[in-house]
Antibody, heavy 121, light 107 residues
Framework: EVHVLESGGGLIQPGGSLRLSCAAS????????MSWVRQAPGKGLEWVSS????????YYADSVKGRFTISRDNSKNTLYLQMNSLRAEDTALYYC??????????????WGQGTLVTVSS | DIQMTQSPSSLSASVGDRVTITCRAS??????LNWYQQKPGKAPKLLIY???SLQSGVPSGFSGGGSGTDFTLTISSLQPEDFATYYC?????????FGQGTKLEIK
């Protein structure tokens, strides 16, 4: 069964850094692009970043560009999101999602259960 | 950025009803439109991709239509488990953008 599981969230002060991880299982990880999508409390969905299966292509929302870095370790079947210079508006549940092909397509399935990031002093 | 606008934002309906949710893009996105269902406390689930293709495992009561800028998600006969929030999303160009959501509630 295809499964993705996020970890690494927590309470962090404004300006701080955090690294999220997403462990994948049940599929050939390197053959699929992966993405991060976030949801602020009580709000809608916001795409954050995507990465191709090889890791050679990365894409970011303007709201996180220059502060967040997406990466993957295909030998460990793990996706990462390095989050620097965190702001209060980054507070959200961060979901990891699998794409349906090796290149980024924007079709997200399945999604993990999410990891909560709270940016507050 | 491409703006996605859903209507209505909320909808009350009864079990057995046929309901349609609409999604409009601010520019043509051809058929690069996906629909997701999200239940409280759960992750979103892909229902429809490429505007009208049913994701594997999704009940046939769900259907999608449209192309260009105007799209629909139709549930032919509401089941108790269908009460949730639905989001459209364009995958035509970066940044990928979602509609604001339509909350489907029990009447």
């Amino acid at each position: 069964e295809v499964h993705v599981l996020e970890s690494g969230g927590g309470l962090i002060q404004p300006g701080g850094s955090l690294r999220l991880s997403c462990a994948a299982s049940g599929f050939t990880f390197s053959s699929y692009a992966m993405s991060w999508v976030r949801q602020a409390p009580g709000k809608g969905l916001e795409w954050v970043s995507s990465i191709s299966g090889s890791g050679g292509g990365t894409y970011y929302a303007d709201s996180v560009k220059g502060r967040f870095t997406i990466s993957r370790d295909n030998s460990k079947n793990t996706l990462y999101l390095q989050m620097n210079s965190l702001r209060a508006e980054d507070t959200a549940l961060y979901y990891c999602a699998k794409d349906f092909q090796v290149a980024v397509s924007g079709r997200f399935d399945p999604w993990g259960q999410g990891t909560l990031v709270t940016v507050s002093s | 950025d491409i703006q996605m606008t859903q209507s209505p934002s909320s909808l009350s309906a009864s079990v057995g009803d046929r309901v349609t949710i609409t999604c409009r893009a601010s520019q043509s996105i051809r058929s690069y439109l996906n629909w997701y269902q999200q239940k409280p406390g759960k992750a979103p689930k892909l229902l429809i991709y490429a505007a009208s293709s049913l994701q594997s495992g999704v009940p046939s009561g769900f259907s999608g239509g449209g192309s260009g800028t105007d799209f629909t998600l139709t549930i032919s006969s509401l089941q108790p488990e269908d009460f949730a929030t639905y989001y459209c999303q364009q995958s035509y160009s970066f940044p990928y953008t979602f509609g604001q959501g339509t909350k489907l509630e029990i009447k």
